[in-house]
């Protein structure tokens, strides 16, 4: 199973960028989405509407300490910053790991998170986002098999059209 860490979100600030890591994470095959930071009940609430409407399984959840889950995470944990090494190169061994921590941040990630994982990982060394980020890892790490992730117990899904939309409720 794949989680994300998404670290220091801010609620005044960050609700949009947080939602949409939690979405592409749900939707690009991780099992659940833990963030570090201000407690959001409102993003919480936005990101588990489109659980409820879309399926799943997806879960979302705050800790006061990225240690702690870093620490007590039972698989290999993954951050991804553009200082780390070469994407291409390093997912062969990342892929031999049965559960994975994808560490994300934010505004600034103090030095000790680049210590407490087992890898740092840039997806290319150029600064972007950790949407981005996670969005390409994710794809990697499944070798595009995420593309296709189906979900339980969806209220809504999509017919697939060549132009138009089909909506099933
Ligand atoms: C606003 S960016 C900050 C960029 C940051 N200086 C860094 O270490 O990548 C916020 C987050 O996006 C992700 N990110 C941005 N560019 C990245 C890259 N090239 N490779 C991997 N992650 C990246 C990281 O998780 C980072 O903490």
Redesign the pocket.
């Known amino acids: 199973m794949i989680t994300v860490l998404r ?1 220091g979100h801010r609620a005044g600030r960050d609700p949009r960028i947080s939602t949409h890591c939690a979405l592409v994470a749900r939707a690009l095959g991780a099992g659940k989405l833990i963030y570090t930071g201000e407690h959001d009940g409102g993003m919480e609430a936005s990101v588990k509407k489109i659980v409820g409407n879309w399926g799943g399984p997806f879960e979302i959840s705050h800790e006061k300490s990225w240690r702690k889950v870093v620490r007590e995470f039972p698989g290999k944990s993954v ?6 090494l070469p ?1 291409n190169k390093e997912i062969p061994k990342i892929r031999k790991a049965k559960d994975v921590l994808v ?7 103090p030095m000790e998170v680049y210590h407490a994982v087992d890898y740092n ?14 969005g390409i ?1 994710l794809n990697e790490y499944s070798r595009g098999k995420c593309l296709d992730r189906k979900f339980k117990d969806a209220k809504i899904s999509l017919v697939p059209q060549k132009c138009g939309k089909k909506i099933i409720s």
Request: glycine content about 14%; proline content about 3%.
């Open positions: 670290l951050h991804l910053t553009m200082y780390g994407l560490v994300i941040g934010g505004e600034k990630v990982i840039g997806v290319t060394s150029q600064p972007h986002s950790e949407v981005a980020a996670l890892f």
